[in-house]
C-alpha cells in the first residue's frame, strides 16, 4: 500500500445518544424482516457496566478521533495475541469507530492509499473449501481484497491457512476481515482468532472490523475497533494520520462508555475470565 495525505471533507456526523441494555439474559435488539432478532448478554458486561457507570458517575464523555486508546491496545492483543510481533514492533494502526462507520473509513483510506483506483472486492463465502479459496487468489488481480468472516471460514485448518497466506503473499492480496463473534465460534478466544494471525505473521497486509455486539452483548453501546497491519512502525504513525484526518469529518469524537466497558472486560483479571466462561456456554448452545 501507498501512503499519501489526508484531505479531509467538511462532513460532519456526530453520534449523540447512549442506552444502557437490559439486565435480562436475552434481549430483544432488532428486526428483522418483522421478526425481533434475540441478543444474548453477558454478566461479564453488565459487571464492567456497573464498574465504569460508578467511576464516571453517569458522565458519558466523547474522545479524541483514534479512541480510547487503551480500549484500541486491548482490543488488538485480543485479535493479534498479546505476544505478537506485530504489537511488539509498533506495525498495527488500531482505531475505536462507531457502528456501521467502519466499512466507511476503510473505503476512504484505501482511495487515499493506493495507486490506482481500481481494486476488486471479493466476498468469500461461508463454508468455502481451501481449493476453490486458492483458486480465487491465485486468480484474482492485484491488489484484490477478499472479504470475509471469521465465521463463514472458521471450518478451515491451521495447514489450510498457511498454504492460503502463501498464496496471499505470492499473489500480492489484502485480507479483510470482520471479526462479530470471536470466542464464540469455538468457545476459544484464541483459536477464533487464528486465521488473522496466521495470516497476519506472515507479512499479509491484514484488516480486521472487530465488533462486540455478538460476543458482549454491546448491542446499545456504538463500538467498533478498526486494525490495519502494517510493514514499520513509521508506516503506523502515517496511517494514524490519515484515518484520524477520515475520522475527523465523518464522527468526528467516538463515545468514550462502550470502549471503557470493554477495556474493563479485557483488563480486570476476573471480569475476563468470567466473559471467558459465558462465551464457552454461548458456543455450546449455538451448535
Not at 470475509?148 to 499473489?171: E, Q
Request: glycine share 4%; aromatic share 6%.
Amino acid at each position: 500500500l501507498m501512503l499519501v495525505t489526508v484531505r479531509p471533507s467538511a462532513r460532519t456526523n456526530r453520534i449523540s445518544s447512549h442506552k444502557n441494555i437490559s439486565h435480562l439474559r436475552w434481549v430483544h435488539s432488532s428486526i428483522d424482516n418483522g421478526n425481533l432478532q434475540q441478543k444474548r448478554t453477558f454478566q461479564s458486561a453488565q459487571k464492567a457496566r456497573e464498574f465504569v457507570d460508578q467511576s464516571s458517575k453517569g458522565i458519558h464523555e466523547y474522545l479524541k478521533f483514534s479512541g480510547y486508546k487503551p480500549f484500541t491496545e486491548s482490543a488488538a492483543a485480543l485479535v493479534f495475541g498479546k505476544t505478537s510481533p506485530l504489537i511488539k514492533e509498533k506495525k498495527i494502526a488500531s482505531v475505536q469507530t462507531v457502528a456501521h462507520a467502519s466499512e466507511r473509513v476503510i473505503k476512504d483510506f484505501l482511495a487515499l492509499s493506493l495507486s490506482t483506483s481500481h481494486v476488486s472486492t471479493i466476498k468469500i463465502s461461508n463454508g468455502i473449501q481451501a481449493n476453490i479459496f486458492l483458486d480465487q487468489i491465485k486468480s484474482a488481480s492485484s491488489p484484490s481484497f477478499f472479504e470475509m468472516s471469521t465465521t463463514d471460514v472458521g471450518h478451515l485448518s491451521i495447514d489450510d491457512w498457511k498454504k492460503l497466506a502463501s498464496a496471499f503473499h505470492t499473489s500480492k492480496q489484502v485480507a479483510l476481515f470482520r471479526l462479530v463473534n470471536q470466542g464464540m465460534i469455538s468457545g476459544d478466544l484464541d483459536k477464533d482468532a487464528l486465521p488473522i494471525r496466521i495470516l497476519a505473521e506472515h507479512g499479509i497486509p491484514v484488516i480486521v472490523i472487530q465488533s462486540f455486539v455478538e460476543n458482549l452483548g454491546l448491542q446499545s453501546d456504538s463500538i467498533e475497533c478498526l486494525h490495519i497491519t502494517t510493514s514499520s512502525a513509521a508506516s503506523t504513525t502515517a496511517v494514524m494520520s490519515q484515518l484520524n484526518g477520515i475520522i475527523r469529518p465523518m464522527y468526528s469524537n467516538p463515545p468514550a462508555h462502550g470502549a471503557k466497558i470493554i477495556h474493563r472486560v479485557l483488563s480486570d483479571p476476573d471480569t475476563f475470565q468470567q466473559w471467558q466462561s459465558e462465551l464457552k456456554t454461548a458456543s455450546r448452545e449455538s451448535q
